[in-house]
DNA sequence: AGGTATTCACATGAAACTATTCTCTGAGTTAGG
DNA sequence: TAACTCAGAGAATAGTTTCATGTGAATACCTGT
């Protein structure tokens, strides 16, 4: 036994192929961040007015994700506040960051408020309170003295999506409320048609200025993934065209360096676990696999009951059907007998169809509204994950519920 | 043949309800001076 | 009298149910040729 976990610890360290594997994780924030030098330099020149205390003006930023946007931010926001450092006196301006998709951030504006307050020192309970209270208590907390606070809201459109866009409305209206301090705010979106969605009133006073990040061509990508790949890998384990073909899938996937990066990093994981001196091109392959399987597990595991019976019927019908597309109907009728099996309660159409959208969502099936005519209308729904995801899925459902 | 009207089987939307968790307030209780 | 306890009122949230309304196109039903 001792000789054996020898053998193993003994070859992880011999093989090393990392020499710094956290420049390839996604909170890696490297020094300079090539390609974007002109959003940096307009974000740059939007923000700089902070640094005497005076407001802001609104600022949106778009771009698929994986383009940068982030990181151009908390660079900027890094020099201003090394800047202002610098010059001894307290900084006239506070900056925050807030991802908005973080779970206990975005469901609700309770939360975001409260989280806000949070992040600047204050308290507030995490419920119990009239969501007016928290406002008022945000208020008091910033216009204790005079200063500019900016909000970076990161993935904005989250948010908005939980919550509905008053809240955007209601925060730059509060500088109508606000004595001494001013707020402004930095919204960021991957989705490039956020704004239209949204109340005139809201886009005209969020969006004063816009930038739009590019996605980055596949060029540009390979030099992003050399460059950090000379500081992750250690010399020379990296195969000839693995970044190429890195670079490549990324860009099929528009231009999303962060993909890139991660693709790189499970390709590095997965070589050391085989053994393998170097990273091979089969490694890429390997890992795309790999990182698509573990979204997709990771979700179905995380899942609540009635999920994963209404996602358990569904697959056993594609078997049936042998993907074959099949309907709303078909599934509930399944989930019906499934519920029944397990003494489980059974929850209605209505619910079971927002559930199959939620799938659809997710990504693990495709649903299509079709219209049969006289046969009526409804979600055709298919199966969008491989054999061999299912077959896991399959699995991790039956384990956490007994059926029969 | 060509044009309407129906009709199916859900989709989609809004509101209301439920259970749970939490705060805040103020009445009642207690212990000490 | 100050400090403590404890129940009840109010809020917020997630996850649903209930009720109401919407919908795309295959079919049924006319109409006039």
Redesign the pocket.
């Known amino acids: 036994m001792k000789l054996e976990l020898d053998k193993i610890f003994e070859s992880f360290d011999n093989n090393r192929i990392f020499s710094d594997k956290s420049t390839l994780q996604s909170n890696y924030r490297p020094e300079d961040i090539p390609h974007r030098g002109d959003q940096i330099k307009q974000i740059a020149s939007i923000l700089a007015p902070a640094l005497r205390g005076e407001k802001t003006s609104n600022l949106f930023l778009y771009g698929k994700t994986g383009t940068g946007k982030t990181l151009s931010v908390l660079y900027v926001r890094d020099e201003l506040m090394k800047r202002s450092m610098k010059t001894g006196t307290e900084s006239p301006f506070k900056i925050e960051y807030l991802n908005c998709k973080l779970k206990k951030v975005s469901?609700?504006?309770?939360?975001m408020v409260a989280e806000l307050i949070k992040k600047l020192g204050g308290k507030v309970?995490?419920?119990?309170?009239?969501?007016?209270t928290v406002y008022s208590r945000f208020i008091d907390l910033i216009d204790s003295k005079k200063q500019f606070l900016l909000l970076i809201l990161d993935e904005v459109d989250q948010a908005v999506k939980k919550i509905s866009s008053d809240f955007l409305y209601n925060l730059t209206r509060l500088n109508s409320e606000l004595s001494q301090s001013q707020i402004g705010v930095v919204g960021i979106s991957n989705d490039l048609t956020f704004l239209e969605g949204i109340d005139p009133r809201v886009r005209s006073s969020l969006s004063e200025e816009e930038i739009v990040f590019p996605p980055y061509n596949a060029i540009q990508l390979q030099e992003i993934l050399a460059h950090r790949s000379n500081l992750a890998f250690k010399k020379s384990v990296v195969e000839n065209g693995v970044v190429q073909k890195c670079a490549a899938f990324a860009a099929r996937e528009h231009g999303d360096a962060r993909r890139a990066l991660d693709l790189l990093r499970i390709a590095g994981e997965l070589a050391e676990r085989d053994g393998s001196k170097r990273i091979l091109l089969k490694h890429i392959d390997e890992a795309n696999v790999k990182i698509e399987r573990d979204k997709i597990l990771d979700v179905i595991k995380t899942e609540?009951r009635?999920f994963q019976h209404v996602l358990y019927s569904i697959i056993r019908l594609s078997e049936e059907n042998k993907g074959e597309p099949f309907?709303?109907?078909d599934v509930y009728n399944d989930y019906q007998d499934i519920c029944k099996k397990n003494h489980s309660e059974v929850?209605?159409?209505?619910?079971v169809?927002d559930i199959?959208?939620e799938f659809d969502m997710l990504g693990i099936i495709n649903v299509r509204?079709i219209?049969?005519?006289?046969?009526?209308?409804?979600?055709e729904i298919k199966l969008a994950i491989t054999k061999n995801i299912i077959e896991k899925a399959k699995l991790i459902i039956e384990e956490s519920i007994n059926y029969r």
């Open positions: 469901d609700t504006e309770y939360r309970p995490d419920t119990g309170l009239p969501t007016e609540p009635q309907f709303t109907g929850l209605t159409q209505r619910r169809g199959i959208q509204v219209s049969k005519g006289r046969g009526g209308r409804m979600r």
